[in-house]
């Protein structure tokens, strides 16, 4: 019932609604805090409530439903994702396995229907780390592992985390009082777009996830020295950006001849930038993933080496600040065989994914076990507009969220 094409319409639906929640009057931006992230809280809260939930916002700004389980019920299942999203972002990435969920919870609604266990939906506030360049704000704040140093990272207006957290109506000072016990929990599941091209490749809807890559993210500042571009000669410059251009090709370069390796730079920041003055800072973001973390890890020394090596043959200095690092997670293995067991009830192979993207998940496994299911994305295609997911996808995606939720109640309720 749940595979019915109304079920999956209002998901994408409601998709689209959210993705009119913008800080950008052009493109698709919800940052940490912003007030487009308080009207999806406040959209997604309406409809946690009409499905029966109790709904409140943590002090992070993740909001957080719970769908009572039957009389006696003392386990929780968590299911979520988040509702940020990068710059120019796709409409999937995060509300999609926020939505589903909600769906999965409205339907048992609507059938009057409660489990053996509870439900808690999460709608994390920061996944992304758009802001402030650190990820996973919000689902390390529900697992515990919210560092409150972090709180004097600062924005692009140089606004402190701290100062968002107010801003966004919580108390900086209560983080850790938001965090969920672990005792009564079966676990988390997130269903999120694929974020690559694997599944339609197989012409498959769904896949089962079974490892996340681990990432570092650093901000590396070059300091040369600001000058008049007309008068000073070449060879007496100390200019940023040609460091810096330096380092983002010897970053390609490891990228391509490390197997597996990924390593980007996103964002460049010019200063003072001006077209008759020589550059005399540039601040960058490096965001380096493998598989394996002793290859990331490596990769990520071998980088600050380079770096170091080319600012002294320039006279320049640098700093490196390591901002954020995840290792590599591993999804449970039981829950994840139930996950796989829902797909191929639904008629689907099981195809194993290990997926390049993070995700709250890598958050949550500190809490708790973690199984994920990944739905088939267009040509691949994800941290951009054209990011699509097809209606029938969605559909199927339900159906096994709703079989997976039923054969836990079995298994709960020890049939
Ligand atoms: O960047 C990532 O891997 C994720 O989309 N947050
Ligand atoms: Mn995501
Ligand atoms: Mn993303």
Not at 251 to 266: H, K
Request: with cysteine.
């Amino acid at each position: 019932m749940l595979a019915d094409h109304e079920a999956a319409l209002s998901v994408m639906q409601r998709i689209e609604e959210l993705a009119r929640c913008s800080e950008e009057a052009d493109r698709l931006t919800r940052r940490y805090g912003s007030l487009a992230m308080r009207r999806v809280n406040a959209l997604v809260a309406t409809w946690m409530r009409g499905a029966g939930m109790s709904v409140w916002q943590d002090h992070i700004g993740n909001l957080r439903g719970r769908y009572a389980g039957s009389v006696g019920a003392t386990r929780t299942l968590l299911l979520g994702s988040h509702l940020d999203t990068v710059r120019d972002a796709g409409k999937y990435d995060g509300p999609l396995g926020v939505l589903l969920a909600l769906q999965a919870i409205e339907h048992m609604q609507c059938a009057s229907q409660r489990l053996p266990f509870a439900v808690e939906l999460l709608a994390f506030a920061d996944e992304e780390g758009l802001r402030f360049g650190s990820t996973y704000l919000g689902s390390k704040v529900v697992a515990g592992t919210f560092d409150s140093q972090i709180l004097t990272l600062t924005d692009a207006d140089g606004m402190t985390l701290h100062d968002a957290v107010v801003a966004f109506g919580g108390d900086p000072s209560a983080l850790a009082a938001d965090r969920r016990a672990a005792d009564d929990l079966l676990g988390y599941c997130e269903l999120h777009v694929e974020q690559g091209p694997v599944l339609e490749a197989e012409g498959l809807p769904v896949g089962v996830v079974v490892a996340i890559a681990g990432q570092s993210r650093i901000a590396v500042h070059f300091k040369g020295t600001a000058g008049h571009a007309g008068t000073v000669p070449m060879t007496l410059r100390q200019d940023a950006v040609c460091a810096a251009a330096e380092f983002v090709l010897a970053v390609e370069q490891l990228g391509r001849q490390t197997e597996g390796l990924v390593a980007t730079v996103g964002q460049m920041v010019v200063d003072p930038g001006a077209s008759n003055v020589i550059p005399g800072h540039v601040h960058l973001s490096l965001d380096v993933r493998h598989q394996q973390d002793d290859v990331r890890e490596d990769a990520c020394r071998q980088l600050q080496q380079i770096a170091a090596e080319l600012c002294t043959e320039r006279g320049i200095a640098f700093e490196w600040q390591l901002l954020q690092m995840s290792s590599s997670v591993a999804c449970d293995q039981q829950l994840t065989e139930e996950l796989a067991q829902a797909v191929v009830a639904q008629g689907y192979p099981v195809r194993k994914l290990v997926s390049g993207a993070g995700h709250d998940a890598v958050a949550l496994a500190d809490l708790t076990r973690i199984a994920m299911l990944f739905v088939r994305c267009k040509a691949g295609i994800s941290h951009h507009p054209a990011e699509s997911v097809t209606t029938e996808d969605v559909g199927v995606a339900l159906a096994i969220l709703h079989t997976f939720l039923q054969q836990l109640a079995l298994t709960q309720a020890g049939l």
